[in-house]
């Protein structure tokens, strides 16, 4: 007569099934978790790229004066005030006030000393470059750059913005 119950065989092949789908299944929520945070990170820097192009369409603007000092520092006078972007590592800056005079052409020294007491606009700026190609038009191009996943993503944002006042 056999007894109500199981087996050891089968209690041991239950767990054992039992066990490898929690694998799989936790396999799968760390690949999520993953992706995730990466699309979440990648998403991150697209945003810091698009606040830093939209802020300085913003300043630029109404701007009556450029001076583009290299690639990767800029000056303009907006409203009798000189202010200036200058990338500094991986951060734009934006120095809201150079200290000269409106009449007077600001130096690259006068922006790094405004800019480095000034908070950054954003970070993980990969590349930050300015071109005056004709007056009055300025390109500008931000890539941002996310390491993650074992990979560098870059993603590129451009435009042209020509200051009312010039």
């Keep these: 007569m056999r007894e109500k119950g199981l087996t050891l065989l089968e209690v041991l092949l239950a767990t054992v099934l039992m066990g490898l789908v ?5 396999n ?30 913003r300043r630029l603007l109404p701007a009556d004066r ?5 690639a990767q520092a800029l000056a ?12 500094n590592a991986a951060s734009l800056e934006y ?3 150079l ?5 007077d052409d600001p130096t690259l020294a ?19 470059t300015m071109r005056l190609p004709e007056a009055g038009r300025l390109e500008v191009e931000i890539v941002t750059e996310h390491a993650g996943g074992g990979d560098t993503r870059r993603m590129r ?3 042209v913005i020509s200051p009312r006042g010039i």
Excluded: C
């Excluded at 929690?22 to 936790?26: D, E, L």
């Excluded at 303009?76 to 990338?87: A, D, H, I, S, T």
């Excluded at 200290?99 to 009449?103: D, L, Q």
């Design 157 to 159: 944002l451009e435009t």
């Design 76 to 87: 303009f006078r907006e409203n009798n005030v000189w202010r200036g972007y200058r990338l």
């Design 110 to 128: 006068d922006l790094n000393g405004a800019a480095a007491e000034a908070p950054a606009v954003t970070g993980s700026i990969g590349t930050f």
């Design 99 to 103: 200290g000269v005079a409106a009449n």
């Design 22 to 26: 929690g694998v799989a299944f936790g």
């Design 66 to 70: 450029l001076i583009l000092f290299n």
């Design 28 to 57: 799968v929520l760390v690949t999520a978790q993953r992706y995730y945070i990466q699309t979440m990170n990648i998403a991150s820097a697209q945003s810091e790229g698009a606040f830093a192009m939209e802020h300085m369409k």
């Design 95 to 97: 120095a809201p006030d």
